[in-house]
């Protein structure tokens, strides 16, 4: 099953309120050939322009 990606400019989103750490995770997984992606209750925060407590990241990779 492919997920659904939504860009963030489809939204107002505040890219400021995301979480560097997040971004870094989801960049390296993306340089190492992995899909990564925001998910869960983090997205419907940004979408309310809520500060997220936490970041849930959904990869392909594999635990090694």
Known sequence: MTPNKIK???FNINEKII???AIKVI???????????????????LILDIRPKDFD???DAQPQ
């Open 8 to 10: 963030v400019s489809s």
């Open 19 to 21: 979480s560097k750490s």
């Open 27 to 45: 960049k390296k997984l993306d340089q190492s050939g992995y899909k990564a992606f925001l998910v869960g209750g983090c997205i419907r925060d």
């Open 57 to 59: 990241v959904a990869t």
